[in-house]
């Protein structure tokens, strides 16, 4: 009933900051504080991603940059006591990278960072080629719609198209992404659809459905 749901590809960012295997620790770091970004993906061939290297995958040089690890500490933390080891992505890198395609759905995305405890998700294709990155600032993007777009979309796609007789009596107002409809329908079957579809409009926060039937004399 509703329109298409947003996907990634519709918020993420494509123009992409990314290194190969062979790319040195300081031109990550330098590229990181340039681009103000926290992980970069790691590309190889024509775009196919390979991993991402993050900042988290930086620290352990700085972190045993003063004392060497004993036995004990390298036993127990053999990953970070190798990447404080070395100088290439390819050593540094977190490999498989967690990566999504461009049709997910923005709920999809959310749920996959917060599984996963990341803050970006690289976008590839079907092959596995790099086509953009998206953060959990994209994924937000969806909630500066004005609040007349968000209304224009619930008139268009849910009041019309479930109340083609009585969309004329339904009010819809949209105030900092809430939305309240008004108004008196001949199916009350179809209120609670109302208000579920209203609220699966991308960009709405919270739904106050107050349609109701007219009453018998």
């Known amino acids: ?81 190798a990447k404080a080891g ?22 999809q995305a959310a749920r996959l960072m917060a599984d996963r405890h990341i803050k970006r998700l690289p976008v590839v294709d079907a092959d596995g080629t790099l086509k953009g990155i998206v953060s959990r600032a994209d994924l937000l993007k969806v909630f500066l719609r004005t609040d007349e777009e968000l209304a224009t979309e619930i008139r268009r796609t849910v009041v019309e198209r479930l109340f083609p007789l009585s969309h004329e009596a339904v009010k819809v107002t949209v105030t900092e992404g809430i939305a309240t409809l008004t108004g008196q329908v001949r199916d009350s079957h179809l209120i609670g659809m109302a208000e579920r579809l209203t609220h699966s409009v991308e960009g709405i926060v919270q739904v106050h459905c107050q349609l109701e039937t007219p009453t018998s004399p």
Do not use: C
């Not at 993050?54 to 390298?74: C, N, T, V």
């Not at 977190?94 to 759905?105: E, F, H, K, N, W």
């Open 1 to 81: 009933m509703t329109s298409t749901p947003y996907t990634v590809a519709d918020v993420m960012t494509t123009k992409v900051i990314a290194v190969t295997p062979s790319t040195g620790f300081k031109d990550i770091a330098t590229a990181m504080e340039r681009w103000k970004v926290t992980a970069l993906p790691v590309i190889e061939g024509e775009g196919r991603v390979v991993g991402v290297v993050s900042e988290a995958d930086l620290l352990p040089k700085e972190e045993f940059h003063e004392h060497r690890p004993g036995l004990i500490e390298q036993m127990r933390r053999l990953g970070d006591t």
């Open 86 to 107: 070395s100088t290439r992505a390819e050593n540094m890198m977190t490999t498989p990278a967690v990566t999504i395609r461009p049709d997910a759905t923005l709920p």
